[in-house]
């Protein structure tokens, strides 16, 4: 059963040349109706090839029947500017948004709307796995579940729980009501417009755990540092906006201790079960990632620059 809404799926891209084929593959894989969705991807002020890239794959995808288009926000650098201008350029009843550098399954957006069958629906996201990976970063990602979506619709740290963007579907008339992303919030804009649901129309998050996305997890510690810092710059406008977050990240006393406790206790431990054979590199290097991550979220958070205009809302 396919619902009678039309469907728009929103791409923004960010220097996403090699990703982009990937992604077009994907969506024409759907098994969803063509005429039922469009494809809009919107090209943020890339430096790379993306824009020819994407002239291609749009061409290629019109030609097999797959309504698509690229736009281009030249004003703003954001992914929550790239997203509302192709919420303003959608014709959907429905808006789903997904991260250029994602690997939707071939039944994704049919399950993503299966929960919209009831009208008293507003939000759905869906499961986000990390893309399989040899390097041990990867794995860590996947350990600790740092794309996990039930992560953040369960996090205690937080008043409330959020959806990510790299799966997510909404009404349109609920963003008639509450506004787009906010344009100048470059991290955390997701929680932001997920809360003003949530406090709006007093609705939960639907999770559908069939609708499932491949994420590519960061490879190497610089990518992981990267992702830490925006953690940290997500949280520092959230705490602009809504005020203290409950929780939060933990304090740099925490990370002292749980360093000292790594290195005069588990270290000295992990180390002997190597020698014998029964411990290996990840066992031994688990916690001293985890304190540079906690590291990093704090001090970026705590010394972040925010973008002028972040409390603006536009409207739909």
Known sequence: MFLDNFISVIIPVYNG???????????????????????????????????????????????????????????????????????????????????????????WLRHLMEPFESPNVLIVAGMIVPLPGKSFIERYTLYKGI????????????KLPYAQTANLAIRRFVLQKVGLFRPYVTSGEDADLCWRI????????FYQKTATVKHKARSDLKGLIRQARSYGLGEAYLERIYG????????????????????????????????IGK???????????????????????????????????PEL
């Open 198 to 205: 949530i406090n709006e129309f007093k609705c939960g998050i």
């Open 17 to 107: 040349e090699k990703d982009l084929r990937p992604m077009a593959d994907c969506l024409r894989r759907q098994d969803y109706p063509f005429e039922r969705f469009e494809c809009l991807f919107i090209d943020n002020k890339s430096t790379d090839k993306s824009r020819e890239v994407l002239s291609e794959i749009c061409a290629k995808m019109v030609s097999e029947g797959v309504s698509s288009a690229c736009l281009f926000e030249e004003n703003i650098q954001s992914a929550a500017a790239a997203r509302n201008r192709g919420i303003r350029a959608s014709k959907g009843d429905i808006l789903v948004f997904v991260d250029v550098d994602c690997r939707p399954e071939p039944g």
């Open 244 to 275: 203290t977050l409950p929780g939060g990240t933990s304090s740099g006393i925490h990370c002292i201790r749980h360093f000292l406790s790594w290195m005069l206790k588990k270290a000295p431990i992990q180390l002997l079960k190597m020698c």
């Open 279 to 313: 411990g290996n590199m990840a066992s031994l290097m688990c916690d001293p990632l985890d304190i540079i991550f906690a590291y990093e979220r704090i001090k970026a958070r705590r010394d972040a620059v925010l973008m002028d205009g972040f409390e603006i809302i």
């Open 147 to 158: 794309l996990s979506q039930e992560g953040t619709l369960t996090h205690a740290s937080y």
